[in-house]
């Protein structure tokens, strides 16, 4: 093959793209793997508690470079860039990283996870509006700080109880009438004296000049209100990042990929695991089993042609 010729083309390092790329090598697929950060979205979560065979904690970011170094291990190439441009010419599928180089493969597999969804409103782009509050939260240690976390799902009761170690006060901003989570996160967010949960409630811009300083609110439709705030976390969800494929191929309306039983996307010899695909469960061992399908599956398509 030639310098840059691989069976299997893999868009993401994150838990699905990285156990994609350790069994397709012992799977004897030559594989080349894009992404630029080690175990991808996973350094977001601060210890990995819920999956089986872990004893103890283990740190997001130390699951995600295990996994990478695994990967390498095995003989998968990771030139630790990202893609830029995936298409097909007909023949096979070409990948061009951010390093304008180009790389050609026998079939692909997308997973490249998601990336947060911004708050579609004045001043959002103002600095201290963050998405993370693992990364970010530090930051606003011994400040006695009161920050905003935005969103009604799991995702925003999990900001805001990690918030609630850094900040004075966490004031939780809900669209809806309740919060929508596990009765176990709930109960949690409830018991936290720190958390102050709005409901019902809208907003309207952030406030501030160079950076947050507050944020205008509308509560139950009626009463507008401004809140001062140092720092806001929005948690209203995530969109799958796909700015990358030049490739038609069948999504859900929210911009997920479908897949059939194999995990083939509607383009033949193009395969979708993690996140980014259409799935009911998005955790980090379901994104792994898809990654060990996926790279089953694409053997089975590379033995087809």
């Known amino acids: 093959m030639a310098e840059n010729q691989y069976e299997l083309m893999i868009v993401g390092t994150g838990p699905a793209g990285l156990t994609a790329a350790i069994y397709a090598q012992r799977l004897g697929i030559k594989t080349v793997v894009f992404g630029d950060t080690p175990g991808g979205n996973i350094y977001m979560i601060e210890n990995l508690t819920n999956f ?29 860039t990202r893609l830029t441009l995936l298409s097909h010419d007909g023949e096979q599928f070409m990948g061009i990283d951010s390093n304008s180089r180009q790389y ?19 001043n959002a782009n103002k600095k201290g ?30 900001e805001s109880l990690w918030l609630s170690r850094f900040a004075e006060r966490v004031i939780l901003i809900c669209q809806d009438g309740e919060l929508k989570a596990e009765s176990a996160m709930i109960s949690a967010v409830e018991k936290k004296e720190n958390i102050y949960a709005l409901l019902n409630t809208r907003v309207v811009s952030f406030v ?7 944020i205008l609110i509308i509560i139950k ?20 990042n796909l700015e990358m494929l030049k490739i038609s191929v069948q999504t859900t309306d929210e911009g997920f990929v479908k897949t059939d039983e194999k995990l083939m996307s509607s383009f033949p010899g193009l395969f979708a695991a993690g996140d980014v695909r259409d799935t009911d469960m998005r955790q980090v061992i379901t994104t792994c089993a ?7 599956y694409a053997l089975r398509f590379l033995e087809g042609i």
Request: proline residues 5%.
């Open 290 to 296: 898809d990654g060990a399908r996926a790279a089953l």
């Open 104 to 122: 050609f493969a026998t079939s692909a597999l997308i997973a490249c996870g998601v990336s947060p969804i911004r708050l579609e409103v004045p």
């Open 221 to 240: 439709g009626k009463e507008k209100k401004k809140i001062r705030v140092n720092g806001v976390c929005t948690a209203i969800g995530w969109k799958p």
């Open 129 to 158: 509006i963050f998405y993370s509050s693992l990364r970010d939260g530090p930051s606003f240690r011994n400040q006695k700080a009161t920050l905003a976390v935005i969103g009604e799902g799991r995702l925003a009761a999990q």
């Open 52 to 80: 089986p065979g872990l004893t103890g904690e283990v740190a997001g970011d130390q699951f995600g470079a295990t996994a990478f170094a695994q990967a390498k291990k095995e003989g998968a190439f990771l030139p630790m």
């Open 208 to 214: 501030g000049h160079d950076k947050i300083e507050g």
